[in-house]
Nanobody, 124 residues
């Protein structure tokens, strides 16, 4: 089992940047593929980005491609989401998720472990 704690959210103006971090407990972090999802008020949770066990493969939602970058540091049990050129429509609660197995997917239901979420608010 793994516990996930996100940090780094906040309020930023449009065009600005934020870096989210997700710290994972346990000694088998490299056994998990990791993903970031987000949920805006009144909307369903949606996929943002995912990374496989060793960082060699990543995937992104079309809405964030070219602006967001997911990465991981297995030595520090941490996954990151660098968010640049933020837009008001990026406003949401961002969740980190861990999937048992080395390969990531875009399907939220395939991730067994979730963090508590961190709020990102982008003002226009």
């Amino acid at each position: 089992q793994v516990q996930l704690v996100e940090s780094g959210g906040g309020l930023v103006q449009a065009g600005g940047s934020l870096r989210l971090s997700c710290a994972a407990s346990g000694r088998t972090f490299s056994s998990y593929a990791m993903g970031w999802f987000r949920q805006a008020p009144g909307k369903e949770r949606e996929f943002v980005a995912a990374i496989n066990w060793n960082g060699g493969s990543t995937s992104y939602a079309d809405s964030v491609k070219g602006r967001f970058t997911i990465s991981r540091d297995n030595a520090k049990n941490t996954v990151f989401l660098q968010m640049n050129t933020l837009k008001p429509e990026d406003t949401a609660v961002y969740y980190c998720a861990a999937r048992v197995g080395r390969w990531a997917t875009v399907v939220a239901g395939s991730y067994a472990y979730w963090g508590q979420g961190t709020q990102v608010t982008v003002s226009s």
